[in-house]
């Protein structure tokens, strides 16, 4: 840290990315990408004229992008907001609306980025703890005196809240903003999209990231009311309007075009998701119950840090967090049914202890 640093931010706990080891050739299971390319119309769109015209600014508005997801999702393109990557949404609306003291609620095991934005913006934030089955408790969510976070389903659980738990809490909340991160809904759960007509307050936050195949792109929108929707503009034109450029753009909108391409890669991740944890509860392992392209699983027969290191020894990285309540866990990604059968030979033989 540098001397010239403001003092506010010397403290500040940065996010911690998922490793990327340049070592050796891994079988990446840590950070919940496709395992999967993006299609052929992508690949083809984002071509070597494409390329040439880098030279020019991409289109502020992305109007393009935007009428497409509008007409997908049944909503008017002024409903609709684009950024880089679902995380430059999550910081406007800290930024907007939890910021400089005012209140913001998420749950204590959560997306690790909300507690990140959250001491970034100064925000007075609460951490409302999970049951003891990691569910959360809806109650605990509403009538709150803040912007709400909610990320369904919830990593690093996996595990899902109903639309009508989402309602209520949306409905409790009528003077505060209730943000639904759905980074991982097209996994199986239900997207709150439908109750944006109803819920001026809602703000829903979707990502390229996960089931579409373009986390290196970095894409991701929310659709909300217009009074919210203006909101995030304004923050945008005041950093950066150019946040997303042209490149993705173009694959961005070849994705909607090709949505049945991606429906067919959920189906085959729900499907390898259900073999790997049953693998894994035939190995004496506890998974709670995804409905996202990851599980989050423990067993009494290894250490969660140990089993980790293990995996990574033998050429697959998952993911482990350090903290207190989760620390016996790991998450895996769901790739491909290949690589989760290769997954579940390997966690065989660090059991027999090879
Ligand atoms: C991956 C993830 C994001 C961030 O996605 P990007 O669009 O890649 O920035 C947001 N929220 C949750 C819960 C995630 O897991």
Do not use: W
């Not at 119309?41 to 991409?58: D, F, G, M, T």
């Not at 690790?112 to 959360?136: M, Q």
């Not at 866990?329 to 027999?352: A, H, P, S």
């Amino acid at each position: 840290m540098s001397k010239f640093l403001d003092e506010r931010y010397s403290g500040l706990a940065a996010y911690v990315p998922g490793e990327q080891p340049q070592d050796k050739k891994y079988i990446k299971l840590n950070t919940n990408e496709s395992p999967f390319p993006p299609s052929e119309e992508v690949l083809k769109a984002v071509n070597e004229s494409q390329i040439e015209l880098l030279r020019l600014y991409p289109d502020p508005d992305g109007r393009v992008l935007t009428k497409k997801l509008a007409d997908y999702y049944g909503v008017k393109p002024s409903q609709v907001f684009l950024a880089n990557g679902s995380d430059d949404i999550l910081n406007f609306a800290f930024m907007a609306y939890g910021a400089n003291g005012r209140k913001s609620y998420f749950a204590d095991i959560t997306y690790g980025f909300y507690s990140v934005f959250a001491n970034l913006h100064l925000s007075d934030y609460t951490e409302i703890p999970l049951e003891k089955d990691f569910n959360i408790d809806v109650n605990k969510f509403c009538g709150v005196d803040g912007i709400v976070f909610i990320a369904n389903p919830n990593a690093p659980t996996g595990i899902a809240l109903s639309l009508n738990e989402i309602e209520k809490i949306v409905k409790s909340n009528e003077n505060n903003i209730v943000v639904i991160d759905e980074a991982y809904v097209d996994f199986g759960a239900e997207s709150a999209v439908k109750l944006v007509d109803k819920y001026s307050n809602l703000l829903v936050v979707q990502t390229y990231s996960k089931s579409r195949s373009m986390a290196g792109a970095r894409l991701g929108f929310a659709i909300g009311s217009e009074e919210i929707i203006n909101d995030l503009h304004k923050l945008r034109y005041s950093t950066n309007p150019y946040n997303i450029n042209r490149l993705t753009l173009v694959a961005g909108e070849k994705t909607i075009d090709s949505q049945s391409y991606y429906d067919d890669n959920c189906k085959k991740i729900i499907e390898a998701r259900s073999y790997t944890k049953t693998e894994l509860e035939k190995l004496g392992f506890s998974v709670l119950d995804s409905k996202a392209n990851f599980l989050f699983a423990e067993t009494d027969k290894i250490d969660g840090g140990e089993l980790y290191l293990k995996l990574k020894e033998k050429g697959i990285l998952v993911r482990h967090f350090t903290s207190e309540r989760i620390k016996n866990f790991n998450r895996i990604t769901i790739g491909t049914q290949e690589q989760m059968e290769c997954l579940v030979e390997t966690i065989k033989d660090i059991l027999e202890g090879n």
